[in-house]
């Protein structure tokens, strides 16, 4: 009964595994602007301290 439960297990976790590469393929053909890396410059002044 155990081994049924840990295929079982082993089976989801490859289909969830397949589902999330065809999402990273196809996602971006169907949801563009969800894909889309942010377009806006940021600057911020840091300050080292040297010896």
Known sequence: MI???IK???V???IGA???V?????????F???FA???EEITQPVAL???
């Open 3 to 5: 081994w049924r439960l």
């Open 32 to 34: 563009s602007g969800d």
């Open 22 to 30: 065809a999402y990273a393929y196809v996602g971006p053909l169907f």
């Open 8 to 10: 079982f297990l082993v």
């Open 18 to 20: 397949i589902g999330l």
């Open 37 to 39: 890396a942010p377009t």
């Open 49 to 51: 301290e040297s010896n």
């Open 12 to 14: 989801l976790v490859v």
